[in-house]
């Protein structure tokens, strides 16, 4: 009868696989060292700092005193905040619900298999892949009352023909409005095209044997499966939002008036021409707060429930 031994793996040949496999990621973690220290020093310490500043009295140049919320009482008895609070809000709502609802049509409308696909996807997105003062410039010569719409309009003989909405203080915050749509929805459009093509063509097969109308489909079927996309594209547009700044500034400078004012332009204004860093840094630190309230949700349900569900 012969006997088999069964040798069991030895202490050093562990211990050797372990240095073995630091000397091999050694290199890596050296490689992504300048990287982490400036996300620790760059973002994350100028954020603690900003958000300190905001606790001082700073006017040109950064103080170490400590006045409590005296800056946060300001800023929100600042009309001018919230005016641009105000803004930033009727722009968030009609711009991200905007641009999923084109985006989501246009999106549907590739998905035909429509003649000259390619083109029209590049005509689509291509407004996304300029920036935001190339868009802003843009949109600020076609809805100039003298050089633009209205004028174009006027010489084609429709002398009583008006559309001076970015003159207009009730009406300029909707220009910002209709240059964000053309510039964000192609991205929308993206992003849900993917989802859609990556829907099994069964389900549509099922549906027509049971006769079940398209429309119905998209509201009942097919939207719930493009919740994932729906919701990428939606954190998308909403950090977006939040940091608004750049279009306003090629439109309209915030004007008429205080009209199209945003919180961006608030807090760089008081930064910069203002001299009054508390107070821009108060209004900043509101900023970061709105940013992690929308980003937090969206990394527990997309990164930590998951790993919570598989553990």
């Known amino acids: 009868m012969e006997t088999i031994s069964i040798r069991a793996p030895s202490v050093a040949s562990s211990g050797t696989r372990i240095r073995r496999s630091v000397r091999t990621r050694l290199p890596a973690a050296f490689a992504l060292l300048p990287t982490a220290l400036v996300v620790l020093v760059v ?3 100028c954020m603690l700092w900003t ?7 700073s006017t040109l140049l950064p103080k170490l005193d400590w006045v409590g919320l005296a800056q946060y009482t300001r800023l929100f008895a600042n009309d001018r905040f919230l005016t ?4 930033i809000v009727i722009f968030g709502t009609l711009f991200i619900s905007g641009c999923l609802i084109i985006g989501f049509l246009l999106a549907v409308f590739i998905d035909q298999n429509v003649r000259g696909e390619g083109l029209f996807r590049t005509v689509f997105l291509y407004p996304y892949s300029m ?3 190339v868009t ?14 209205q004028k174009l309009v006027r010489d084609m003989g429709f002398e009583s023909f008006t559309f001076d909405w970015l003159v207009n203080q009730r009406m300029a915050i909707y220009t910002i409005v209709i240059a964000g749509l053309w510039h964000g929805a192609g991205l929308t459009m993206a992003i849900l095209l993917a989802g859609l093509r990556g829907i099994d063509s069964d389900l549509w097969k099922a549906a027509r044997v049971d006769g079940i109308p398209t429309w119905r489909v998209y509201t009942s079927v097919v939207l719930p499966l493009l919740r994932p996309m729906v919701i990428t594209a939606t954190v998308l547009l909403a950090t977006g939002v939040v940091k608004l700044y750049d279009l306003v500034v090629a ?3 915030g004007g008429p008036g205080i009209a199209t004012e945003v919180p961006a332009k608030f807090v760089m204004d008081h930064l910069f021409e203002r001299n009054n860093i508390a107070l821009g840094t108060a209004a ?6 709105t940013v992690v309230s929308i980003l937090a949700p969206w990394i527990y349900v997309r990164y930590i429930r998951p790993q919570g569900r598989h553990a």
Do not use: C, D, E, H
């Open 131 to 133: 920036s935001f003062v």
């Open 284 to 289: 900043a630190t509101i900023m970061l707060i």
């Open 51 to 57: 958000v300190r500043l905001s606790f001082t009295s």
């Open 84 to 87: 641009s609070a105000s803004n």
């Open 251 to 253: 439109m309209t400078l």
């Open 136 to 149: 802003g410039v843009a949109w600020q010569w076609f809805l100039n009352p003298g050089l633009g719409l």
């Open 43 to 45: 973002y994350i310490g």
